[in-house]
């Protein structure tokens, strides 16, 4: 099992699943959910070679260097910590 952490709390999840459900639960905020407006993006302040590298999606968003869209990273396996 996985787990996306942050500082509302912390939720479990199967690993190699999509993040975006984990971050509804845990307060990030969402628009679109389709990667395009940017509202859901999160820093990944720990374990972010536990995600999967990002998709064109996110590629073509510029995002930072520990920056993804919860509505598109998916989890490997392990622990990632975010923050919004």
Request: hydrophobic share 35%; with cysteine; glycine share 12%.
């Amino acid at each position: 099992m996985a787990k996306v952490i942050a500082e509302s709390g912390e939720v479990e999840l199967p690993d190699g699943s999509p993040i975006i459900h984990a971050c509804e639960q845990l307060g990030v905020p969402f628009g679109c959910r389709a990667g395009q407006c940017g509202t859901c993006i999160i820093t990944v302040e720990d374990g972010y070679s536990n995600l999967e590298p990002k998709n064109n999606l996110e590629e073509d968003m510029g995002l930072g260097e520990n920056q993804r869209l919860a509505c598109q990273a998916r989890i490997r396996t392990g622990k990632v910590k975010i923050r919004w």
